[in-house]
């Protein structure tokens, strides 16, 4: 079985570059048979996924939680294993995969509007803070400090708009402080949004927080950041399999740290829906 390597090189400014040296060594070492590509621009990380199509490898993403997510809609579909060496700023993702002690679970899969996810999809403040890292981004900040900014300028812009939310046949519309579909744990580096959330368990977590006034919200975010926010009187936990969002304006929905913005969405889970390969000493090996 071939390996081969989607290396972002922007990712983690430019970490996941700095690492190739790395996966050479250690496969030649290892005696593995593999190949490394390069993206140029967004959606090529798919692009080069699907060349694989007809035949069984274990393809990696080497980047962040965006370049993952394209790979992961370049494999959907073929028989190839995906493989994960985290090199982003968040790695969101990983984090709840390195939990896991199989080397090769089955894992669900979301897909909203023809589009795959394996972590999160969120609709509310939490999704337009995500947008608006880039114009962070922009600003010469500490990595570390870019997702805070990006909450700063969010909460001083936000406008809550009434959305029609659906949860397995069951309809609300109200007007919502955030709205997350939660197949991993954790978003926006480190917030642990679904801390009980399974892998493999056929269910999305689904959360969604009524409107709050905003001086409350970074209240609430400080919980998001620890993982208490399910104690708080605002905060709504369901597990779902099939979700529908739709507004009279255009909303604004982060998948797996990728930006969408159409006025209605549709997911649903597909149950065990993808292979990973899990050799957490083999990435560590690449990270040294």
Known sequence: MKYIFIVNPTS??????????????VCKNRNIEYEICYTKSSGDATKI?????????????????GTLNEVVN???????????????????????????DEEFPV?????????????????????EVAKNVSLMKKIKLPTSQV???SIVYTFLKYKFKN????????????????????????????YNIAPEAQLSDGYFDVYF??????????????????????SHKSVHKNKATRISF??????????????????KFDIKLINKGLMLYNNKEFVKEILK
């Open 74 to 100: 370049g494999i959907m579909g073929s028989k190839n294993i995906l493989g994960i060496i985290p090199c982003g700023s968040g790695n969101d993702f990983y984090k709840t995969l390195s939990k896991l």
């Open 49 to 65: 996924a699907r060349k694989y199509h007809f035949s069984k490898n274990i393809i990696f993403s080497v980047g962040g939680d």
């Open 12 to 25: 983690g400014n430019g970490k996941a570059l700095k690492i190739v040296e790395r996966i050479e060594e």
């Open 107 to 127: 894992i669900d899969v979301g897909k909203i509007n023809g589009q795959y996810f394996i972590n999160i999809v969120s609709i509310g403040i939490d999704a």
């Open 147 to 149: 997702y805070n900014a």
């Open 246 to 263: 739709k507004c009279d304006y255009d909303l604004v929905c982060n998948i797996d740290g990728e930006i969408v913005v159409d006025n």
């Open 209 to 230: 927080v009524d409107k709050l006034r905003k001086p409350i919200i970074p209240f609430l975010i400080g919980m998001l950041k620890k993982g208490t926010h399910e």
């Open 163 to 190: 959305i029609e939310f659906t949860i397995d046949n069951k309809t609300k519309k109200s007007k919502f402080t955030i709205l997350t579909v939660c197949n991993g744990r954790t978003y926006g580096g480190g």
